[in-house]
């Protein structure tokens, strides 16, 4: 089974403070994404990335950053953060869209507060 | 803008009834509609999806209505257990891109 592993279950930063997420995933799947969820928006793609060095921005990109120097490997960076980054953060991989393998395998998330 | 509205946000069930979430779009350019169960403390994963080119798919006891013309589809959960108990998100996506667009969720809470 695919496994989408994120290194921290719970982050607790101080304002300002330059955040590091990581993600890896052990299946050689060509996307990764980052997702944010919030009670009552659901969940919302912050960036995403189809090959190593590539990515895109999603529908709330402001505030992050992203990095994928190798293909098992997607970082979230916030470069400053602040309280209203507060979140769930939500990795996720998928082998490849448009051939009947749109799936996406989700790690567990990671618990933000920014204090 | 939301482009995948969902409702309800939560919902309560009697064991043994029928859940039933909705979901709406509006780019009609979507054309692949997967649902996504996700327990607490874990990340969702896929349940079950659907084309817009049949308007039922059942897998066990969950099954995607879809209604093209309305722009709609909805999850029916016959016999709902309490291990049904999660949260539930529809989505959908276009066909060779691979951004996902997911609804708000619906908290689902089945009680004995």
């Known amino acids: 089974d695919v496994k989408v592993t994120q290194s921290s279950r719970y982050l607790v930063k101080r304002t300002g403070e330059k955040v590091f997420l990581e993600c890896v995933q052990d299946?050689?799947?060509?996307?990764m994404f980052w997702y944010r969820q919030d009670p009552g928006l659901g969940l919302r793609l912050i960036y995403f990335?189809?090959?190593?060095?590539?990515?895109e921005k999603g529908d709330i990109p402001e505030g992050y950053s992203v990095s994928r120097e190798k293909k098992e490997r997607f970082s979230l960076i916030l470069e400053s953060a602040s309280t209203n980054q507060t979140s769930m953060y939500l990795c996720?991989?998928?082998?490849?869209f448009g051939g009947g393998n749109e799936k996406l395998f989700f790690g567990s998330g990671t618990q933000l507060s920014v204090l | 803008q939301q482009q995948v509205k969902q409702s309800p946000q939560s919902l309560i069930v009697q064991k043994g009834g029928i859940s039933i979430i909705n979901c709406a779009y509006e780019?009609?350019?979507?054309?692949?509609f997967p649902w996504y169960q996700q327990f607490p403390g874990k990340g969702p994963a896929l349940l079950i999806a659907?084309?817009?080119?049949?308007s039922e798919k059942k897998e066990g006891r969950f099954t995607i209505s879809f209604n093209k013309s309305a722009k709609q589809f909805s999850l029916h959960i016959m016999d709902s257990q309490p291990g049904d108990s999660a949260t539930y998100f529809c989505?959908?996506?276009?066909?060779?891109?691979?951004?996902?667009?997911f609804g708000i969720g619906t908290k689902l809470q089945v009680i004995p």
């Open positions: 989505a959908a996506t276009t066909w060779g891109y691979q951004k996902v667009t």
């Open positions: 299946m050689d799947h060509e996307n």
């Open positions: 659907i084309r817009p080119d049949v």
């Open positions: 990335s189809y090959d190593v060095k590539m990515k």
């Open positions: 996720a991989s998928s082998l490849f």
């Open positions: 780019n009609t350019a979507f054309d692949y």
